[in-house]
């Protein structure tokens, strides 16, 4: 079984419509969860870093992590074209230094319709 | 924002031969570099983390003689894929942790193909 678990889609919706993508875990030590966007042959940026269970929001994002479920989940709303990109979530269980070793979900590919 | 540069972007080369990726933080210094490997439609999967003056610590089933990373100064490290094979073509990706920071800001990652 992964560490990691992420359905890679791909996922189709309209312009406008809100976006909910999924990862689960099976290690209980993860504390740190992340999401990035990777654009096609480019380097993963971050979009939102989460500590521990709780929702964080920013702008038409929001982040969730139910730690119980080993469940995290990223929301988008009012998607836009600019949005169809990779989503990564990435997890870790220290963060910072050389400590901070990230572990991937295989992405889901996710492309808005005009 | 915190800019990872890569170089070269593309690179193809023979079998047999080898080939050095630089990984270069531009407006910050990085303590710590990490190298990951990311086949089509895969996670990124982390091969290496390397601290600015020491050895590199490799993940397990990567082969250190054959990915040999070096990590001079606190702005660039380097990995060099040696006697590449046609298996070892891959996107390769650094990222760079801040001195102060804890985020890992990635490069743009370069694209290796062996023929």
């Known amino acids: 079984q992964k560490e990691v678990e992420q359905d890679p889609g791909p996922l189709s919706v309209p312009e406008g419509a809100i976006v909910s993508l999924n990862c689960t875990y099976s290690?209980?030590?993860?504390?740190?969860f992340m999401w990035y966007r990777q654009y096609s042959r480019k380097g993963p940026e971050l979009l939102m870093y989460?500590?521990?269970?709780g929702n964080k929001e920013d702008g038409r994002f929001t982040a969730q992590v139910d730690k119980s479920s080993k469940y995290i989940s990223l929301f988008i709303r009012d998607s836009q074209p600019s949005d169809s990109a990779t989503y990564l979530c990435?997890?870790?269980?220290?963060?910072?230094?050389?400590?901070?070793?990230?572990?991937f979900g295989t992405g889901t590919l996710l492309a808005v319709q005009p | 924002g915190a800019v990872v540069s890569q170089h070269p972007s593309r690179v193809i080369c023979k079998s047999g031969t080898s080939v050095k990726i630089e990984c270069r933080s531009l407006?910050?210094?990085?303590?710590?570099m990490f190298w990951y490997r990311q086949f089509p439609k895969q996670s990124l999967m982390l091969m290496a983390t390397s601290n600015e003056g020491s050895k590199a610590t490799y993940e397990q089933g990567v082969e250190k003689d054959k990915f040999l990373i070096n990590h001079a100064s606190l702005t660039l490290s380097t990995l060099t894929v040696t006697s590449a094979h046609p298996e070892d073509s891959s996107f390769y990706i650094c990222?760079?942790?801040?001195?102060?920071?804890?985020?890992?800001?990635f490069g743009p990652g370069t694209r290796l193909t062996v023929t």
């Open positions: 990222s760079a942790a801040a001195v102060e920071g804890y985020e890992q800001y």
């Open positions: 989460t500590y521990s269970s």
């Open positions: 990435a997890m870790s269980a220290t963060y910072g230094g050389a400590t901070n070793k990230l572990i």
């Open positions: 407006d910050f210094q990085a303590t710590t």
């Open positions: 290690n209980s030590a993860f504390q740190y």
